[in-house]
């Protein structure tokens, strides 16, 4: 079969939308897990500095904002943020229990890296979210979070719990960044936009 002229043209025009519509996707799915990254990290300073926080779990967290450290170059440059300043100011307020200075320099990165939460934040707690989201709870998260082994560093919270203890923003950031129970899970994160929709809109139930 020829194809005409035109034929040829609209096909590779169609081509060339889908290439920078999926360009476009992983673009967002990268800017997104930096973003979630950056709340999390903030998010387990207050709680290290929390005077109700166990030993335990202060060692915990202390352990997690380091590994977060190592990775945050790589999700920078996958988002066109190739200085390192930043990471090595905060890497040194770690190492100097300097919370303060350390926040200060997070906070630039995330007013660089905002979290885009439209889509989340607008979600409403329709019939069909409100029973996604207790499939899901009941399939993939309550048999950690609904009982958990507070004599481990990192214990795996109750997430109703969290949802009073936080932000929307920062409690959806870990659903976005948190989803790492086993080696399937470890390299990305399954859940879609609309199952973590589900999930913020049924945690949110009971308040």
């Known amino acids: 079969m ?8 609209w096909v590779a025009a169609t081509m060339l939308l889908c ?17 979630a990254a950056l ?6 300073v207050r709680f290290l500095e929390d005077s109700q926080t ?18 945050l170059p790589l999700l920078l440059r996958e988002n066109g943020n190739k200085q390192t300043e930043n990471v090595s100011l905060l890497r040194e307020a770690v190492r100097d229990d ?5 926040i200060k320099t ?15 934040r607008t979600a409403q707690p329709t019939p069909n979210r409100l029973k996604r989201g207790q499939a899901i709870h009941e399939e993939a998260c309550a048999g950690c979070h609904d009982t958990p082994d507070l004599d ?4 795996a919270r109750n997430l109703f719990e969290q949802t009073k203890m936080m932000t929307r923003g920062e409690f959806t ?13 470890s390299l990305a994160n399954p859940l879609s936009v609309e199952d973590i929709a589900s999930l913020v809109v049924y945690y949110r139930l009971d308040q």
Do not use: E, M, Y
Request: net charge positive; glycine share 8%.
């Open 106 to 120: 997070l906070d630039k990165l995330i007013a660089r890296h905002p979290l885009d939460l439209f889509a989340l």
């Open 39 to 44: 709340l999390v990290i903030k998010g387990d």
């Open 173 to 185: 950031a870990r659903l976005i960044n948190g989803v790492r129970g086993d080696r399937v899970t």
């Open 98 to 102: 300097d919370w303060t200075g350390f």
């Open 152 to 155: 481990t560093p990192l214990p």
């Open 54 to 71: 166990l030993s335990l779990h202060k060692q915990g967290l202390r352990s997690r904002i380091k590994g977060s450290l190592s990775v």
């Open 2 to 9: 020829i194809l005409s002229k035109q034929s040829v043209l």
């Open 19 to 35: 290439t920078v519509a999926a360009a476009h996707a992983d673009n967002s799915r990268t800017a997104q897990r930096l973003g």
